[in-house]
């Protein structure tokens, strides 16, 4: 997975982290912490995008991009699976 980088500080950028524990991945997820090994995690990256072409940025002054990815933790045990 790549990093994820953000320039400079704004109100426009929001990042949210997700967990579900392990084993049983229940709802609801438990936001605002990275977790522990297997637990299935999501990190949520919400950001307005401002036009900087003044005849778009008229029209439409900015659009919300959302990216999310969801992977298990620290999967270098042996998540579920007998010793």
Partial sequence: MRPISVSGSSDAENVT???WAYPTYADPPVEGSAGVACDDIEVQVQYDHQFMTPVISSIVPHI???GRVRVLNEPF???????
């Fill in 17 to 19: 982290v997700r967990r």
């Fill in 64 to 66: 919300p991009l959302t």
């Fill in 77 to 83: 045990g042996r998540c579920g699976q007998a010793n």
